[in-house]
């Protein structure tokens, strides 16, 4: 396309059936079906990185723990919300129906119904095998797949991605952390180091631990220690679950982090390129939230945060020394087994020094629906009636509000933007 002279790329909207993409793998799909299709999902994200193209993917059922819905480091997923069988296909025919243009749609399936109707519209279709090989085909994967062979395991063995990295399993006691493209050996080195520096403390379960770190492929690669368990927000909704008391113990592990060793006597960030740290808590609180109303744009422009962070600070415990505040230890940082928690993980650079019980508040706020898909009202009620025996009932609400404006800069994420709307238009 050409515009005042100069080319312009066409980006291609793509939708995928991805219940179809994922059933012409002859992988063992069908043994965990939310583990191969958080695999997939991977696999997409990847590719649309670097092809800058839209993609929907829509899948069969309802919602789960594993893969919930939404938008997805640039894609965005929904499941079809149905029993019926197709109901993807039924999802997919409706938006392309309702797409102005058509012609630039390509929707991926081998589902022969599905193709036809689709055509009749004017949409271009792309078998399920000719897309696997379009999106295994980027250099970035052909080399991850490279330093992957080296410890002698595939894509098949992911089991989770994180903002810093994806983790993929070594063996029963050990990970690999490849890290994404752009993260450098200085941010792996900061993280090393800063567990390091925490040291142990009696939180009563296990933390990340670096085994290794090697140059494999041109690539800086990390393994840790495996920890015990499986996503906490996956073992909340089983049926086997005592749901309180796994409430319970989350909070209960929240509140503890700050025993670990803290490694400043300034408030906020403990590394990281965007690291802002202050004398007091107040300083640096009031300063994080103005950055992160800032990249929000209009949306929140008439949000004050010397306000929020006042109305925290008034509920909080004096702070003339900083305590470690994971600030992000919400379920799915979490591993579990029922009833307890096992493992705290993904301490990343938004972990701070800041005041006590701050861990304890925002761990609250994140059940929410938007946050913890798998939480429900009684979930909710248990964690306020936690709260009221730690004595932090009025604390509640400031803390919450405070938080949804630390994540009003998250633009990008979806639910996240749809529960700070909701938290901070109630207030």
Do not use: K
Request: net charge negative.
């Amino acid at each position: 396309m050409r515009v005042n002279g100069r080319l312009r790329a066409v980006h291609r909207r793509w939708l995928v059936d991805s219940s179809n993409v994922v059933g012409s793998r002859p992988d063992g799909w069908c043994r965990d079906r939310p583990a191969a299709l958080a695999r997939l999902l991977d696999e997409i994200i990847r590719w649309r990185e670097v092809s800058g193209d839209s993609v929907l993917v829509v899948a069969d059922g309802h919602p789960t723990a594993r893969v919930p819905e939404g938008a997805l480091y640039g894609l965005e997923f929904r499941y079809a919300r149905s029993n019926e069988r197709d109901s993807a296909d039924d999802e997919i025919f409706s938006v392309v129906r309702g797409d102005p243009q058509p012609e630039r749609a390509t929707v991926v399936t081998s589902d022969r119904r599905l193709r036809e109707r689709v055509t009749e519209l004017g949409v271009q279709v792309e078998g399920a095998g000719r897309f696997l090989s379009r999106i295994a085909d980027i250099e970035s994967r052909q080399h991850d797949r490279a330093v992957l062979a080296h410890f002698g395991i595939d894509e098949s063995a992911l089991l989770g991605r994180g903002g810093e990295a994806r983790v993929f399993a070594l063996d029963a006691d050990r990970v690999l952390r490849l890290p994404h493209p752009g993260v450098d050996a200085v941010a792996l080195n900061d993280r090393r180091r800063f567990l390091e520096a925490i040291g142990a403390a009696d939180v009563q379960v296990t933390i990340p631990e670096v085994l290794e770190r090697r140059e494999v492929e041109g690539r800086l690669v990390v393994v840790e220690r495996r920890l015990p368990g499986r996503n906490a927000m996956e073992v909340l909704a089983e049926d086997s679950t005592d749901r309180a008391a796994l409430i319970r113990h989350h909070l209960d592990v929240a509140s503890r982090i700050e025993r670990f060793l803290c490694p400043s006597d300034r408030f906020g960030e403990l590394w990281g390129d965007e690291a802002m740290t202050a004398p007091t808590f107040r300083e640096w609180a009031t300063a994080r939230l103005a950055v992160s109303l800032r990249r929000a744009g209009d949306a929140f422009a008439d949000i004050d945060p010397n306000r929020l962070t006042d109305e925290l600070v008034a509920v909080l415990p004096d702070s003339a020394r900083p305590v470690l505040v994971h600030l992000d230890a919400f379920l799915g940082n979490m591993l579990a087994e029922p009833s307890r928690i096992t493992a705290l993980l993904d301490f990343g650079p938004m972990t701070i020094a800041g005041p006590s019980d701050l861990d304890a508040l925002v761990a609250i706020a994140y059940l929410a629906p938007e946050i913890t898909p798998t939480a429900n009202a009684q979930d909710r009620a248990v964690a306020t009636a936690w709260a009221a025996e730690a004595g932090l009932t009025d604390a509640l609400g400031p803390a919450e509000r405070w938080i949804a404006a630390y994540w009003t800069g998250a633009v990008d994420d979806q639910r996240l933007q749809q529960w700070t709307a909701r938290i901070l238009r109630q207030s």
